[in-house]
Nanobody, 124 residues
């Protein structure tokens, strides 16, 4: 089993930045694809970004490409999401998720473990 805990959310003005962290339990962190998803009120949970077990491959939703950067530190069992140039449309609860290797990054059904979420609010 994997337990995930997100942190780093908060309030920020449009154009600002936030860095989200997701701390994972266990000794096999590098064996999991890690993803970030977000869910705004009244909307479905949507893919944001994902990173392969080794950190060698990343993927981004078109809406965040060029603004967000995902990374991981397997020695610290932590995945990060650096969010720059934030827009009000980025306002959502952001969730960290862990899935098996070699999955379709964008399909949330492929992720087995989920964090509790952290709120990101971007004011205009």
């Amino acid at each position: 089993q994997v337990q995930l805990v997100e942190s780093g959310g908060g309030l920020v003005q449009a154009g600002g930045s936030l860095r989200l962290s997701c701390a994972a339990s266990g000794r096999t962190f590098s064996r999991y694809t890690m993803g970030w998803f977000r869910q705004a009120p009244g909307k479905e949970r949507a893919f944001v970004s994902a990173i392969s077990g080794s950190g060698g491959s990343t993927n981004y939703a078109d809406s965040v490409k060029g603004r967000f950067t995902i990374s991981r530190d397997n020695a610290k069992n932590t995945v990060y999401l650096q969010m720059n140039s934030l827009e009000p449309e980025d306002t959502a609860v952001y969730y960290c998720a862990a899935g098996r290797l070699y999955i379709n990054y964008g399909d949330l059904r492929n992720y087995d473990y989920w964090g509790q979420g952290t709120q990101v609010t971007v004011s205009s």
